[in-house]
């Protein structure tokens, strides 16, 4: 009996805390019942490339994601460390899962830091009256005057790729894609962000950084260059942490065969980071090295560069006389040096000149810089080109017509160019130009080519005579004189169909005097190098004798 009632009791306790537990669990899953949402939690990856042993680099790849247990996660804040310098509350937003960061590092070493936090689907984004524009994908809150089209009432608030505003007013307005409305930044984040940001932190190591000559701007640093006393080196530097990094240049220009302080920074001259060139004027004649290096933000210096390399040799030569003779015959094309002897023995022996002049052998040798190739020339009060089928016209036009305007005297004499300048005609396009404008155009002719003994006769025979050729002409191109200018030389023969003889010669001004005169051949084809007593040679001197005279 006792047995009995004792298992009633058990039997009762058992029962009641079962009751109890199913009420309790229950009462804990009851779906009415409102808990509130549960923040995300954030990741934070550091891309295996960009890290060391014990220090990284300034650029570093990170991913980073998030878990939301009861929703999804729409997007992150995230901030480095110095950010916080401008403001506290410096996050930003964005809904991509990973980018490249450059960090400032401004010394020798340095540590940096990282936060991201996501934030779920309980955020809101209330952005009242927002449409998109079809240009560059741009948020507006369409509340200006004009309803579905962009006015300069409307609010911007995302720019798309491009900065500033690119929609053009009137522009149509639509509404937003389901999930554009997340590339904004959400307008109340109550208990919708990790509270816990992941982080990480960055011991980070300056990278030196280097400087190289810009390509081509040197002739080739293993041969030997001359040049007048005027030089402009133009360079490129690079730095890993960031081009802003850069804070100097130093540059040392040395005789051959001078060693530069080892101490770069007491090299005596300076130049800020933003220079990228250096013009050298008044330089000594002799052979000379430039030598460059870079400085960074943290002291760190490049290798020095040095133009010419240890095999070149860069000659500087002062300018002698009043004439500039300019080479421009590629040595193919001057077999024998034929050509420069002609103009250097007429030079030599002219009375009034007498050897009193300056060489300019271009080739592909002409200078990078217009600024020397303008200097070069204007050395002197007179200047003789010539130059073969390939001159280098386009390099130096501009230069040529600001000499010219300047009211020296030039006389550039070569093959036909037109045949041979890719189409462009740069000589000719500032012969026309609105400011100098000798020439009105260019025909090209049939005649193919003017063969030996042909007669080029003078249009202003008071001052200069007829040329007879001595070599053919091939590719012969008609000058058509502007109105400020005189024909000099016309062909003795019209081409087929024609009645009008070439012209291969101006002069400019009209009615002089000389300032500048153009022939459309080779002036030394008029000489006879192989028969120097040949009488029809004589007008080939006098004509450079008129030209050079004061």
Not at 364 to 377: A, G, K, Q, W
Not at 443 to 463: C, F, H, M, Y
């Amino acid at each position: 009996m006792i047995r009995t009632e004792l298992h009633k009791l058990l039997l009762c306790g058992i029962m009641t805390l079962l009751v109890s537990a199913m009420l309790l669990t229950c009462t804990s899953n009851n779906p009415t019942e409102i808990i509130g949402n549960r923040r995300p939690d954030t990741h934070l990856f550091l891309y295996p490339g960009t890290a060391g042993l014990d220090t990284t680099l300034s650029t570093q790849i990170l991913h980073w994601w998030g878990d939301d247990p009861d929703g999804q996660v729409m997007g992150y804040y995230y901030s480095w460390d110095f950010y916080q310098e401008a403001r506290a509350d410096s996050f930003k937003w964005t809904t991509d899962e990973y980018d490249t960061f450059l960090v400032p590092i401004r010394q020798k070493y340095d540590e940096f830091e990282f936060f991201v936090k996501a934030v779920d689907n309980s955020a809101l984004w209330d952005y009242p009256e927002l449409k998109k524009s079809g240009t560059d994908n741009e948020y507006f809150q369409d509340s200006g005057e004009s309803p579905g089209q962009y006015d300069a009432a409307d609010i911007a608030f995302y720019f798309g790729d491009i900065a500033g505003i690119q929609t053009a007013t009137g522009a149509p307005l639509e509404d937003l894609d389901e999930f554009d409305i997340y590339k904004l930044p959400p307008t109340d984040t109550t208990g919708a962000v990790d509270a816990t940001p992941a982080d990480l932190s960055f011991p980070v190591r300056n990278s030196k950084p280097s400087v190289r000559f810009v390509y081509e701007s040197n002739p080739p640093d293993s041969i030997y260059a001359e040049t007048f006393t005027t030089r402009t080196f133009f360079w490129t530097a690079n730095d890993s942490d960031g081009i802003e990094t850069i804070t100097n240049y130093y540059y040392y220009l040395a005789d051959l065969g001078e060693t530069p302080p080892s101490d770069v920074k007491q090299w005596p001259n300076r130049l800020p980071g933003l220079q990228k060139n250096v013009t050298l004027r008044n330089l000594a004649e002799g052979f000379h090295v430039f030598y460059l290096a870079v400085e960074d933000i943290a002291g760190d210096l490049s290798p020095v560069i040095r133009y010419p390399a240890d095999k070149g040799r860069w000659y500087v030569k002062e300018p002698y006389g009043d004439l500039l003779l300019v080479d421009d015959y590629e040595p193919y094309q001057d077999i024998g040096n034929w050509t420069t002897d002609f103009y250097n023995g007429v030079l030599d022996t002219m009375t009034g000149v007498n050897g009193f002049y300056s060489n300019w052998k271009v080739e592909s040798l002409v200078p990078y810089s217009v600024t020397d190739i303008f200097e070069t020339m204007n050395f002197f009060d007179k200047v003789i080109w010539y130059g073969d089928s390939n001159p280098h016209f386009q390099t130096t036009a501009s230069s040529i017509y600001r000499y010219i305007a300047s009211g020296k005297k030039m006389l550039i004499n070569s093959v036909s160019p037109t045949r041979y300048i890719d189409g462009t005609d740069s000589l000719y396009l500032f012969l026309k130009s609105d400011s100098l404008a000798i020439l009105d155009g260019v025909l090209a002719t049939d005649i193919g080519r003017a063969s030996k003994n042909s007669v080029l006769e003078s249009q202003l025979p008071d001052i200069y005579p007829d040329l007879t050729l001595a070599n053919f002409i091939s590719y012969i191109d008609a000058l058509i004189p502007s109105a400020l200018s005189d024909s000099l030389f016309v062909l003795d023969k019209a081409p087929r169909g024609s009645t009008i003889k070439p012209c291969l010669g101006i002069r400019y001004p009209k009615g002089g005097p000389d300032q500048f005169i153009y022939l459309n051949f080779p002036l030394h084809y008029a000489y006879d190098i192989e028969n120097p007593g040949r009488a029809e040679n004589a007008a080939v001197i006098e004509l450079l004798r008129q030209f050079l005279a004061d």
